[in-house]
């Protein structure tokens, strides 16, 4: 019994050692290749001088013994700038931007791994930048991966500090803004029409003195992050919140004048700290505010005029106001953040931190995906709460107690009907792309529900309101008819 389980282990042994070997083997037959998972890696348009984000991809072997490379190089070097790691080994300047010797052994695979800091091309728009993965195996066959993308030469400003009265335009060149923008107090920085500034993660504007843009209808001002590539394949970084640090306007800041101003992607979009609220704080007009991991727009006692103005898809509050004074027409504040169920609410006012002595909102259009996103919280009795709201779409529980009277034709939505509410008022709401276009459908309840009496003479794009105006930043238009 005792030499049967040694002659047993003994075979199962010898078993296990055959079939290490017949893994363990490595063909030179030409005919046996890697598979790759992609031919080429596109990263997209990217920064000259920026590093961007991984791309990876896979080397399988699916030809029935192992393969080993006599070695795996960047056909360019170090020409190109890109960076390449394959299964663990970098590609190193030190060893010509290769390795050797790297297996694949059968049914098995490597992952490899690219990244990007392209040198500047020279020229004023994207240039292609590309190289070739080259792998050669033993055999003698070379199979390729094409590594590719379009680099973008920019105009680079670290600590931007504005001392006295400044003006930022356009360049030839995009302006990308590291550290941070600083305004003293005193200084104005003007912003002129068709300008984007691409702020890094770290970078966002502190204006102690005034801001003002320029804006027009066709040459916006944009204030963005600078990652210019993609997350994923459908996902561009300028769709994910969070990307810099948006706006602040400090105590001693007045007088800001936003104009068709698109503010997008940051972590708060502006925030507004208490000052004299007989004293203009800002007046926010022709402009969007979107997609921000903080709040949109939040005043703390201050006084605030917004005007055919979009505050949407924020993790905290679209707008909040906590007391002061803010005068708001013919705005949208939708609430369709995608990233966390946990989202504020559209439009947020309160008296717990300061006297709301007048918050007056008209012809605007408040909704969103909960079933209330209109928030309004009183502080100490004796503190003044005051609001109204006229002519509006609010997606909130319809008022009936005395405080019906601060609320004069409007429209409570009916959380029940799914068909002229929430998402339905939208030309587009699409959560899987994360794209969204926030004029109105022809579904949409707010046509024709503003006040003719103090309806604004064009919309968010500049176009004119006809005498039935619609609720809201946008107005509906008809589609024309052959």
Not at 25 to 48: E, G, M, Q, R
Not at 112 to 127: A, I, M, R, W, Y
Not at 129 to 144: A, R
Not at 382 to 392: E, M, R, T
Request: charged share 20%; with cysteine.
């Amino acid at each position: 019994m005792k030499k049967q389980t040694i002659y047993m282990c003994v075979m199962m042994l010898l078993g296990v050692l055959s079939s290490c070997t017949d893994d363990d083997s490595f063909t030179t037959a030409p005919s046996h290749v890697l598979t790759l998972s992609v031919d080429t890696v596109n990263i997209d348009t990217v920064f000259s001088n920026v590093p961007t984000a991984t791309r990876s991809f896979w080397v399988y072997n699916h030809s029935g013994d192992g393969l080993r490379c006599q070695s795996v190089r960047l056909a360019n070097g170090a020409a190109t700038g890109f960076r390449v790691n394959v299964d663990g080994q970098y590609l190193a300047p030190s060893s010509g931007y290769a390795a050797s010797g790297i297996e694949v052994r059968n049914k098995d695979s490597i992952r490899v791994f690219v990244e990007l800091t392209s040198p500047e091309n020279g020229k004023p728009d994207p240039q292609l930048c590309q190289d070739d993965l080259i792998f050669t195996l033993e055999s003698g066959v070379e199979q390729k991966v094409n590594l590719r993308a379009y680099t973008w030469d920019a105009l680079k400003l670290t600590n931007v500090h504005i001392t006295r009265d400044s003006l930022i335009s356009a360049q030839q060149k995009p302006i990308i803004i590291y550290g941070g923008v600083e305004v003293d107090s005193g200084a104005t920085l003007t912003i002129a029409p068709g300008t984007t500034l691409y702020f890094h993660n770290d970078a966002g504007m502190n204006v102690r003195g005034t801001l003002k843009t320029l804006g027009e209808e066709g040459r916006e001002v944009v204030l963005r992050g600078d990652r210019i590539d993609r997350m994923f394949d459908y996902l561009p970084y300028d769709r994910v919140p969070g990307q810099w640090q948006g706006v602040r306007l400090y105590a001693s800041s007045y007088n800001n004048h936003l104009a068709f101003i698109d503010i997008h992607s940051a972590y708060h979009g502006v925030v507004a700290d208490s000052s004299d609220v007989e004293l203009q704080k800002l007046t926010l007009d022709h402009s969007t505010i979107h997609n921000c991991q903080g709040y949109g727009l939040h005043a703390i006692h201050a006084k605030l005029t917004l005007l055919n103005s979009q505050i949407t898809n924020t993790l905290e509050s679209c707008l909040r106001i906590d007391g002061g004074n803010a005068t708001l027409n013919q705005c949208t504040l939708a609430q369709f953040y995608p990233f966390d169920a946990r989202r504020g609410a559209a439009l947020q006012f309160t008296s717990t931190q300061a006297p709301l002595v007048n918050l007056s909102v008209s012809n605007t259009l408040v909704t969103g995906y909960a079933d209330d996103v209109l928030m309004g919280e009183a502080g100490d009795t004796a503190v003044a709460f005051q609001y109204l709201f006229d002519h509006c779409i609010l997606r909130t529980p319809k008022v009936t107690t005395a405080d019906s009277v601060r609320f004069t034709q409007v429209v409570f939505e009916d959380v029940a009907d799914t068909t002229h509410c929430g998402d339905k008022h939208f030309a587009n709401i699409d959560t899987d792309n994360l794209i969204y276009n926030f004029e109105l459908s022809s579904l949409s309840s707010a046509i024709g529900k503003a006040n003719p009496q103090t309806a604004l003479p064009t919309d968010r794009k500049g176009r004119k309101r006809d005498d039935k105006p619609d609720v809201g930043a946008f107005e509906w238009i008809e589609p024309k008819t052959e």
